[in-house]
């Protein structure tokens, strides 16, 4: 069983799309996490969800927004895609004091 | 705030030879720390991970890691490396492993020369 799973795992899209990518996990943990690579590969936090409350907000446009229905679940929908959107979407969970565990991540190209 | 520098940007080393790969962290808290590794194309896998307890940790790979305190430092080795461990790696550091996430480091690229 994969304990982190994102779908799609590819994703093609023209500008001014939206879209929607999925993230659920099977560990029983509280916090769930979307976190951005660029294309020189840096990492960087999006948003946490905490029991399905909305921790951590980073500096991230408001066409992104991050939807949890449960806390097995966090989704993350983008509006109005841009150019500058794409790149890869790595979902996370972690339970405190313990390790974080990503998923396979999801490489969005907008054309 | 924490953050977490991996001085080498690239790292080119000879198969069967040793490499330590460096990251250091700031943090005034208690800090959790962890190497990731990225092969083309894929995700992160876990390596190794520092939460408490003895400093010197060991991953998997053959990938160890010593937390020290003093010199704010989670510097990754392996004693001899192959052609697979070519990849990109990732300290990161979190304060309580709870929301606040994973302050990750910019990557090193693991270059296996034959």
């Known amino acids: 069983d994969t304990a982190v799973s994102q779908t799609p795992k590819y994703l093609v899209t023209q500008m001014g799309n939206d879209k929607s990518i999925k993230c659920e996990q099977n560990l029983g943990h509280d916090t769930m996490y979307w976190y951005k690579q660029d294309s020189k590969k840096f990492l960087k936090i999006m948003f946490s969800?905490?029991?399905?409350?909305?921790?951590i907000n980073e500096t991230v446009p408001n066409r992104f927004s991050p939807k949890s229905p449960d806390k097995a679940h966090l989704n993350l929908h983008i509006n109005s895609l841009e150019l500058g959107d794409s790149a890869v979407y790595f979902c996370?969970?972690?339970?405190?004091?313990?390790?974080?565990?990503f998923g396979s991540g999801t490489r969005l190209t907008v054309v | 705030a924490q953050s977490v520098t991996q001085l080498d940007s690239q790292v080119p080393v000879f198969e069967e030879a040793p490499v330590e790969l460096r990251c250091n962290y700031s943090s005034s808290v208690s800090v959790y720390l962890f190497w990731y590794v990225q092969y083309p194309n894929q995700g992160l896998q876990l390596l190794l991970k520092?939460?408490?307890?003895?400093?010197l940790v060991k991953g998997i790979n053959g990938f160890e890691a010593e937390f020290n305190k003093s010199q704010t430092s989670f510097h990754l080795r392996k004693p001899s490396v192959h052609i697979s461990d070519t990849a990109e790696y990732f300290c990161?550091?979190?304060?309580?492993?709870?929301?606040?996430?994973?302050?990750f480091g910019k990557g090193t690229h693991l270059i296996i020369q034959p």
């Open positions: 996370a969970s972690s339970q405190k004091g313990t390790g974080y565990t």
């Open positions: 990161a550091g979190g304060s309580g492993g709870g929301a606040d996430g994973l302050t």
């Open positions: 969800y905490n029991n399905k409350e909305l921790i």
């Open positions: 520092y939460l408490s307890g003895s400093t």
